[in-house]
């Protein structure tokens, strides 16, 4: 056997998962020792120089080689099923998107047969999002263009239909109440909190150049401080607002916000402070009863709230006009 067929032989077994024995590899290739440990160092310097995160391991014990994380392991049907409810639910992809990766999903998971019948039943009712992009290639690019911290120019549509062009030094990418978001800061300025821009509403985008130094400072202090926070992208500015509700009220406010800070605690009440975007929250907070929660700063925000109420007593009809008839 020639060195390249060897050589490659012995990788794709590696690749595998398969645990090669030294003495048994050499009888059956018709190898020397001192070839296949030279093969050897051939794949560790292979895979030292493309960066690979796998590692070529040496079992003493059994005289075998093996690639460390390298065996296939499929999804379990527990797993399978979690992530196609999250999916379906979301409603964020395009119909052929969601069928391609729920039947990606599904054919790297144990068990297929018994649930292709009812991914075909899910696909057939699934409906797309009504801008019908195609937000799974647009969110792999962003990934790869954020990892790879670079500065971007975004053409992006406002609700009004006015576009607009921003520069930004991208940081993340979210998803909030059906919709996907990218998170960055206005390159141009220096405002100490991102600005959000919905993906389905970006027409484009151009990678411009590097982020300087100060420029991945920006990213990472996003990432340290409100990373796990930003949430309701509805609008308005970034703010830390204070709220009072019932202990039993506050896990649901954790998990939806993450960046609650409890203030103080008592038997009936807990006092906390986030940073939300103001007008999201407010919206996020006409949808609750007023027996759970209590907004008690800022001032201008708890104004904005109860004009909110007011608009909506005099739409549908405010006690004074109930009182008159």
Not at 145 to 173: H, M, Q, T, W
Request: with cysteine; aromatic share 14%; hydrophobic share 35%.
């Amino acid at each position: 056997m020639d060195k390249i067929t060897r050589l490659l032989l012995l990788f794709s077994k590696l690749v595998n998962g398969e645990k090669i024995n030294k003495t048994i590899f050499c009888f059956e290739n018709d190898c020397s020792p001192r070839t296949f440990d030279r093969d050897i160092e051939n794949i560790r310097l292979y895979l030292s120089e493309s960066f690979s995160s796998t590692e070529l391991r040496y079992e003493r014990s059994t005289n075998t080689y093996f690639i460390d994380g390298a065996k296939h392991k499929l999804l379990e049907p527990m797993e399978y099923l979690l992530i196609e409810r999250i999916l379906k639910d979301s409603m964020i992809l395009r119909k052929d998107e969601f069928d391609i990766l729920s039947m990606h999903l599904l054919q790297n998971t144990e068990k297929t047969k018994r649930f292709e019948g009812e991914r075909q039943e899910i696909c057939s009712k699934y409906q797309s999002p009504l801008h019908n992009k195609a937000l799974l290639k647009i969110h792999g690019d962003l990934v790869n263009i954020i990892r790879a911290k670079k500065c971007i120019n975004i053409k992006y549509f406002k609700s009004n239909g006015e576009e607009v062009n921003k520069k930004i030094l991208p940081c993340d990418v979210k998803y909030d109440l059906g919709y996907l978001y990218l998170i960055g800061y206005r390159a141009e300025t220096e405002d100490e909190y991102p600005a959000y821009y919905r993906m389905d509403r970006i027409f484009s985008f151009e990678i411009l150049n590097s982020q300087s130094a100060s420029e991945q400072y920006r990213v990472r202090k996003y990432f340290d401080k409100y990373a796990d926070g930003i949430t309701q992208m509805y609008g308005g500015f970034f703010i830390e607002i204070g709220i009072k509700c019932l202990n039993d009220f506050y896990p649901y406010i954790y998990d939806k916000f993450r960046n609650v800070k409890i203030v103080t605690q008592d038997e009936q009440y807990v006092v906390i402070k986030l940073e939300v975007f103001e007008d999201g929250f407010i919206k996020w907070l006409m949808s609750q009863s007023t027996d759970m929660v209590t907004v008690l700063y800022p001032d201008s925000t708890i104004e904005k709230i109860r004009k909110e109420a007011r608009n909506i007593m005099n739409k549908y009809g405010g006690v004074g006009q109930w009182q008159r008839k």
